[in-house]
């Protein structure tokens, strides 16, 4: 590990959340629902993007740099987890649990479908 | 001696800074604050809210991370006609974006009779406490709720302020401090004749007192009409236009097709395109219909407070908001309606509204 690969995980890690943020706010405005749309599409779309990284045969460096620092930044589990507790606290038991459901169900699709790309190329 | 007295209100995104001038750098809530203590305003009360959307349409919500980031703001200042007069132009100077009202109010001080006793509509008692003063040996809010509760009020909310002046003093909440002074608001909406009986025990039991009375109209109540919004015409005699204000107060236990109803409405409204904004407030203790004043309590899995969604617009979209409104609150809720006598939306763009306060006998 070098100086510069430090860096690159921090400017990565970096990229990574400001890009969630701004995808995340764009999704759940256009939505205006409770149920949490803008942190389902950074969590899928994360989860699609990484089975397609992890099919390409990388570096070790230049897979920390994507995985790790980009799309662990991107991709939120806290939030998820945060915004499931909030609908379950507004009685919004159904939204709650189909949250719960959907991101499991569509991000494993997700990540397979990813990896199943990166192995056509 | 009861006075007359304006309320100030502006409503905004917390994120907002304030139009730099040589002085005011920082964010226009703290800017705000600074003119209500410079200036020792008798009242005022920094309300951070949970939902909300303006003309443009864009919502902001505490439901999402990346939507709470930039929440609600809603500031009121209360004092005499002319002391609130000479604030205004600086209120406006300084915001960008936003909604400034003017209120008509009677500030109480001790055992008024208020006026319109008689009069058919209900009436709105706001009291404005600090968060750790005492009456009986317990904390204020739950005092104040206790005694409304006891004088028959239809409902009363208390509103956590987080900055504010109280007898011209400013007091602003901080992390390591006990926070006695920051002021909370208390509404309570009840007959004239409760809010009177009220107003004088609570001027005898609250050290120092801070009351308001406004006319208001109770629209619902549980889901019983008693009457629609009064229908006001565009403007007064004199050309001044009229604005009108909803309240819709509920809980988050009360739920509307499995959303509490102050979701659901922020919603409707906000796909209506009709309305032309809210904000939704949520307190932390209250009651309305005949619940006993309730609230939070530390180990629970599901809500209890009092939500509170205030839409001012015009008249005409007042009356299309209240068909939403009135949909929503099918069983549960708290409605009142009343007149704004001046609005000002600030947007940079051509400004509708004015300062100036419009006449209309109703």
Redesign the interface.
Known sequence: MTAAVWVGVLLAGGIGSVLR?LV??AV??WA???F?F??LTVNISGAALLGLISGLALSRDAALLADTAFIGSYTTFS?WM??TQ???????T??AAANIVISVALGLAAAVLGQWVTGRL | MSQSCLKLTAYFGERQRAVADRQRHGFLADAMLDLFGARDVATSVMLRGIASFGPRH??R???????S?DPPMAIAAVDVELKIRELVDDVIAMTARGLVTLERAQLLSRADAIRDAGSRDAAKLTIYVGRQERVDGIRAHYAVCELLYRHGFAGAAVFLGVDGTAHGRRYRARFFSRNVNVPQMIIGIGTPAQVSAAAAELAAVVPHPLLTVERVRLCKRDGELFARPQQLPATDDRGRTLWQKLMVHTT??T?HD???IH?ALV?RL??SKTANGATVLRGIWGFHGDHKPHGDKLFQ???HVPVTTIIVDTPDSIARSFDIVDELTANHGLVTSEMVPAVLPIDGSPRRGGTRLANFDY
């Not at chain 1, 909030?86 to 919004?92: D, I």
């Open positions: 943020f995340d706010r759940a405005r205006a629902r409770s949490p803008g942190t939030t945060l915004e909030r609908l379950g606290e507004e009685r919004q159904w939204s | 864009v919502l919500s505490d439901e999402s991370l990346s939507l980031e988050e236990a739920t499995g959303s509490p979701r919603r906000l796909q899995l599901t809500r």
